[in-house]
């Protein structure tokens, strides 16, 4: 993908390229509020739901209910775990690679025929997500809408675009996901 800009007497392109990273004490403050407010739920849940329905009582419409948001806050929980890496890792998305910067990998530049997939979570934990997976990474990276700052929509909206036209049919996009 590029960016056209109407020159002086033709057409000028400008390759295009997007760096997301999220400012690392925001992340840290808010990784630490969500781990420890899903571990304070899914013990208070829990707790709920020992007191008010003790396993003597065969109640089990509520607690069908407090199971599954003792389940849900603990899917939050682990989401938030797993893509912690993700944080503290800088993307920078141009139409010809993607440059993934952390302390695990150093500077990891990958060609986009060396992804093996990208999923474009619309609905999530984090709000819109995208997953990437290649055989060079330890596990899949997210880059995640969740931490916003100035301008961060915008280039989620571009990574996005860049993203997609990059991976062509290796794209899935899907409503709901971790």
């Not at 390229?17 to 969500?34: F, S």
């Amino acid at each position: 993908m590029t960016v056209h800009a109407n020159g002086w007497s033709g057409t000028h392109e400008a390759e295009l390229e997007v760096t997301i990273q999220y400012p690392r004490i925001r992340g840290i403050i808010t990784l630490v509020e969500v781990i420890s407010i899903f571990v304070v739920l899914d013990f208070l849940f829990g707790a709920l739901l020992l007191f008010f329905f003790p396993p003597r009582r065969p109640t089990f419409v509520p607690s069908l209910f407090c199971s599954v948001l003792i389940v849900s806050f603990t899917w939050y929980l682990w989401f938030t775990v797993r893509n912690i890496e993700s944080v503290f890792t800088t993307f920078r998305i141009s139409p010809m690679q993607l440059v993934v910067e952390n302390s695990r990998y150093g500077v990891l530049t990958l060609n986009w025929a060396e992804l093996t997939g990208a999923t474009y979570t619309r609905i999530g934990i984090a709000g819109k997500t995208i997953t990437l997976e290649a055989p060079h990474l330890a596990k899949p990276l997210a880059i995640m809408s969740q931490l916003r700052t100035p301008g961060s929509a915008a280039r989620f909206v571009i990574a996005q675009m860049l993203i997609q036209s990059a991976v062509g049919d290796r794209w899935v996009e899907r409503w709901f996901g971790p």
